[in-house]
């Protein structure tokens, strides 16, 4: 279940934060710091996690590479933790293909997917399992059922029939949790990622209870620029809410970013306006006279999978450039000279930024677990901090971008509010499986006239890669944000004469 803290999460938490401290101290030798933190976080000579101190250390110095933008090292090769260390003691470093990996070593390499029998059985007279299999593949032995495996098509009948719960199937979670079904076995059973198929949602990342799937992190980049005295303006993402604490609140978690160094800090929710705009404007252009429907543009893994799977509704998708892209656009035009660092729930947001049409707007991703990590180094105390000027830039459309379904709430209702005569249908789709069933859907013709969102984490982006909290209590969260601004919907935002300034640069 996500949102709780566990011993995966315990790991990631202390390797992020101490590569902040890394970057905040002044170290002389990075080559021989990094050496030294996995006996830091791991110290004695009895493992705690696996069956070896050795190749917990190793884990850890993988994720240390990771975090710090560097790749993997070869298993076969003879490689020093620190080598290609000084590429990445840099201000500015983008992300690297590829953004997701598997720590071969760390991986357990579960079976991909199996369908058996556990000592649950009760070798009952009715045999069900038997008689609903349809390729014959149970049958009693020893007066218990047994499954051929090679017959078995995992079809789960059999599991449905038995009256004990006695049969049970198992699936690689990663896998599992892969909409796009990237994720294979190599020749040792370990799990490989297709890149060619995957899109980057980090599903795989969080849903490993082995904590061998990373992701490349910016870190170190971000505070060594703000250590250079660079102006570094923190744009955050609408899911922040409610990420850092229950009590802690959207102004604690700006006078926090400020603490750590930022410059200023804008909610993205102020380009999730003018995103709603524009794409209401395209709607009403397009929809149904141009083309059949449209699709929203805000969610990069969703957008790539639409154009990788169904490359023929390519130009259905909202041209709209994305809230991270057009918020970032307006901080640097009214301050060229600064860095902009979108810190956000989603892994995909990082292979966004590392694109050539928006590394020029977006300097550095984060994750919001990635600042928890800062926070912890800086020693900023969340609960006691004192509030700074409040964030109130965006509107309650603009924020409800976070949760699955607010994306095209927001487009809906500024079409409807111009032309109340319009009912503007919708449909929303959450996790990569759902959202190829809407376009299957699509492709069929009943969506014809309809505005469809697709979101790539099941619930929203409050279900990022990057988040600290339990779905149901960030999607509660966010949604009460946003019913407290005077500001309702996206129209009514103070920027909205600047979408057309932003969008044509």
């Not at 293909?97 to 079976?111: M, T």
């Not at 700006?254 to 003018?274: H, P, S, W």
Request: proline content about 5%; glycine content about 8%; overall charge neutral.
């Amino acid at each position: 279940m996500r949102g709780i803290y566990n011993s995966v999460t315990d790991i990631r938490r202390k390797v992020f934060s101490e590569i902040a401290k890394m970057a905040y101290d002044d170290v002389t030798d990075y080559a021989k710091r990094i050496e030294e933190i996995p006996y830091e976080i791991l110290p004695g000579t009895k493992a705690k996690y696996r069956n070896s101190i050795f190749l917990e250390r190793a884990v850890i110095g993988e994720r240390l590479r990771v975090g710090m933008g560097l790749p993997l090292r070869e298993m076969g090769e003879y490689g020093a933790l620190s080598d290609g260390i000084e590429e990445s003691v840099i201000a500015t470093k983008y992300y690297d293909d590829p953004l997701v990996n598997i720590i071969n070593f760390a991986c357990h390499g579960c079976p991909e997917k199996k369908v058996f029998v556990t000592n649950g059985c009760q070798g009952c007279l009715s045999h069900q399992c038997t008689e609903v299999c349809p390729k014959d593949a149970i049958h009693i032995v020893d007066g218990h059922s047994k499954i051929d495996q090679d017959k078995c098509i995992k079809c789960g009948k059999c599991m449905e029939a038995c009256p004990y719960s006695a049969i049970i199937k198992i699936e690689r979670p990663c896998a599992a949790s892969c909409g796009m079904n990237a994720i294979t076995s190599d020749e040792d059973g370990k799990a490989k990622i297709n890149y060619d198929k995957c899109v980057s949602c980090g599903m795989c990342l969080v849903n490993c209870p082995f904590g061998a799937i990373v992701d490349k992190g910016q870190i170190f980049q971000t505070i060594y620029s703000i250590k250079q005295g660079e102006r570094v303006v923190a744009a955050i993402a609408p899911a922040f809410v409610g990420q850092f604490g229950p009590t802690v609140t959207p102004d604690k978690v700006k006078a926090a970013l400020m603490e750590l160094g930022f410059a200023d800090v804008v909610e993205v929710a102020i380009g999730a306006d003018l995103c709603t705009i524009e794409e209401a404007e395209d709607f009403l252009d397009k929809v149904p006279e141009k083309q059949p429907f449209m699709a929203t543009s805000c969610c990069p893994a969703w957008s790539v999978m639409a154009k990788k799977e169904f490359p023929q509704f390519a130009p259905y998708i909202s041209m709209a450039l994305t809230p991270m892209v057009l918020t970032a656009r307006m901080i640097k035009k009214d301050d060229p000279n600064c860095k902009v660092v979108f810190i956000g729930p989603c892994a995909a947001k990082k292979l966004e930024a590392s694109r050539n049409s928006v590394r020029s707007d977006v300097d550095f991703v984060l994750t919001f677990e990635e600042v928890m990590g800062m926070f912890e180094a800086k020693g900023v105390n969340l609960l006691s901090i004192e509030d700074v000027t409040p964030l109130e830039a965006g509107t309650n459309d603009g924020r409800g971008f976070a949760v699955s379904g607010g994306v095209a709430k927001a487009v809906k209702n500024v079409i409807e509010k111009k032309h109340p005569e319009m009912n503007v249908k919708v449909q929303a789709a959450e996790g990569l499986k759902n959202c190829k069933t809407m376009l299957m859907m699509a492709k069929a013709g009943r969506l014809n006239g309809y505005l469809l969102e697709g979101m790539a984490c099941p619930g929203g982006c409050v279900a990022g890669a990057g988040t600290l909290q339990p779905i149901a209590k960030s999607s509660a969260a966010v949604k009460r944000y946003a019913t407290e601004n005077a500001k309702k919907t996206s129209d009514e935002s103070q920027y909205a004469d600047r979408l057309h300034e932003l969008a044509e640069n």
